[in-house]
């Protein structure tokens, strides 16, 4: 894993799961962010495979796109399950929230009218308590897979922590999920991350 | 290996990467579709995220001590609105998983159509979502949009766009005639799903002189023994 680097803008966005599961697993890598060290996404999207960011650079080779890069981190450091069935089931929960929250978030922040914004957080606070709702029912005791944290875990904290209080809405009333939030932001690992990590916006 | 039963609409759709892999790596499995027989509003309650395609695997791991109406009245409160007897005597056990893309991802890795390093699993990974996100998605867009003139900008825009983002697969094919140096992957079946059963028929022929290698891909995959085989078999369906 040594020399891995992260390219990203300076925010938390669509590589801070990424960031969670090195930070989780206390694995080094070097988390570049545009217009720092002089380096501009214009100049670096040539050497990205579709011109998008984040981008994760091993060994030379430039790879793309954010869900790819946070699995391919999680399962070299050991956050994607013991077995096929299991990587199945974080699978379906991160595809889960990337499908069917995600895509909404995008009109609620960037939309181009106050009615498009506002009509994109109503359907998306909507979606967000039917699949948290099940999400609940899908912990099998302390986290998703039961005593081992998992990167499905990471990113459920991750739309929480970092998303949630913006859409103005909470899901409190969920315990499993309230626990597991709360679980890892006790974490030794994941406090010093978030005690670390540069205050942005978004 | 486990018994696997895959649930859907009588249709492609979502469903067909899944059924193409059954087919690639030779696994039988029951490929269950929605209609008169099967009905999807009595099942939605009880897939996961109230979706389809859903699959079932029975795994001796999860077997017999699972037992499938504690599940799902745990896992999806359905509080008496399904009958779970009717669901346990037609024989479903085991655990359900939802989401076509993980779906597909884990039919991959089974018939090691994943790539063979964490590196090709990366790349393909990286391809399967651009295919979702940066194309289907625009496709999806203008499919279901339903004022004419908002129609005819979109669909403008989106030619434009799978133009651009097929010039910029092009440039990910590293084999002869699959995106992975390895050899053949399910990025290379998600790219023929999308563009033969979604894409092609539906509008002018796609010029594919520019992007030669991924004419190769396509007709490399085309013309796999397994893939011909269940195109010739399957249901004939308009999507």
């Known amino acids: 894993m040594a020399g891995c680097k992260l390219y990203y803008f300076n925010a938390k966005g669509r590589a801070e799961l990424t960031r969670y599961a090195y930070a989780f697993k206390d694995v080094s890598y070097e988390d570049i962010r545009f217009d720092d060290n002089n380096l501009k996404l214009e100049d670096f999207k040539p050497r990205t495979p579709f011109g998008s960011a984040p981008a994760l650079e091993v060994n030379g080779v430039v790879y793309a796109q954010s869900m790819a890069i946070a699995r391919y981190v999680a399962r070299e450091v050991g956050l994607m399950g013991a077995n096929s069935l299991e990587t199945l089931k974080i699978d379906m929960i991160l595809d889960a929230l990337s499908s069917d929250i995600f895509p909404f978030l995008r009109d609620v922040f960037m939309g181009e009218t106050d009615e498009i914004k506002a009509a994109a957080k109503t359907k998306a606070v909507e979606a967000i308590h039917k699949i948290f709702a099940k999400l609940e029912a899908l912990v099998s005791g302390d986290y998703f897979l039961g005593s081992e944290v998992s990167l499905a875990d990471l990113a459920v904290f991750n739309f929480v922590n970092d998303f949630l209080p913006a859409l103005g809405t909470n899901v409190d009333d969920l315990s499993k999920i309230t626990n597991i939030v709360s679980s890892l932001k006790a974490n030794e690992n994941i406090k010093k991350h978030l005690e670390n990590r540069p205050k942005t916006d978004m | ?239």
């Not at chain 2, 989401?99 to 790349?123: M, P, W």
């Not at chain 2, 092009?170 to 992957?185: D, R």
């Not at chain 2, 290379?188 to 030669?212: G, K, M, Q, W």
């Not at chain 2, 490399?220 to 399957?234: P, T, Y």
């Open chain 2, 1 to 239: 290996m486990p018994t696997y039963k895959l649930y859907y609409f009588n249709g492609k759709g979502f469903g067909e990467l899944s059924r193409y892999l059954f087919a690639l790596g030779q696994q039988e499995y029951e490929d269950n579709r929605f209609g008169d027989d099967l009905n999807w509003e009595d099942l939605k309650v009880s897939a996961p995220f109230g979706r389809a395609p859903f699959l079932e695997i029975d795994g001796e791991r999860f077997g017999q001590s699972v037992s499938i109406a504690r599940y799902l009245a745990n896992a999806f409160n359905l509080a008496g609105k399904t009958d779970l007897e009717k669901l346990k005597a037609d024989g479903i056990d085991g655990e359900r998983f939802g989401q076509s893309v993980s779906i597909a991802r884990y039919l991959a890795n089974a018939f090691n159509l994943a790539g063979k390093t964490d590196l090709e699993k990366l790349k393909a990974d990286g391809i399967i979502d651009c295919i979702h996100k940066d194309i289907i998605s625009k496709f999806l867009a203008f499919h279901f949009e339903k004022d004419e003139e908002r129609k005819a900008g979109i669909k403008k825009e989106m030619l434009e766009n799978t133009n651009e983002m097929y010039k910029k697969l092009e440039k990910q094919v590293s084999g002869e005639n699959s995106f992975l140096s390895s050899g053949l992957s399910w990025a290379d079946v998600a790219f023929y799903n999308f563009h033969s059963d979604l894409y092609a028929d539906r509008f002018e022929a796609i010029d594919l002189t520019s992007t030669p290698k991924l004419k190769n891909i396509l007709d490399h995959v085309s013309s796999n023994e397994h893939i011909k085989s269940w195109i010739e078999k399957r249901p004939v369906t308009e999507g």
